[in-house]
Nanobody, 123 residues
């Protein structure tokens, strides 16, 4: 089970840090991803971090502004979001993918999903 939190309303240019806490003892073996669903659009990839935290990847639209990290001892993954734009307004979801050598960016590659947390960026 994944529990996402940390969403809220912020002005453009501001920052938010999302958290995702996982239950279970196998969290450390999963690749973790963040996705978002903007109003009227399909859910899209935002970021991914491998099980050990060594490798990360980002969607082009957030690269340089967002940073993903994790602490396996705390079963937690974070998404630090800086320089937020109104276009970042969305429901953000964390997700867990089984161990694999790649960097999954597609929704179907993830087995478990959190409930989503709303991020609203005002102009």
């Amino acid at each position: 089970q994944l529990q996402a939190s940390g969403g809220g309303t912020v002005q453009a240019g501001g920052s938010l840090k999302l958290s995702c806490v996982a239950s279970g003892s196998s969290f450390g073996s999963y690749t973790m991803g963040w996705f978002r669903q903007r109003p009227g659009k399909a859910r899209e990839f935002v970021s991914v971090i491998t099980w050990g935290g060594r490798n990360t990847d980002y969607a082009a639209s957030v690269k340089g502004r967002f940073a993903v990290s994790r602490d396996n001892a705390r079963n937690t993954v974070w998404l630090q979001m800086n320089s937020l734009k109104p276009d970042d307004t969305a429901v953000y979801y964390c997700a867990a993918a089984p161990p694999n050598p790649g960097m999954p960016t597609a929704r179907h590659e993830y087995d478990y999903w959190g409930q989503g947390t709303q991020v609203t960026v005002s102009s």
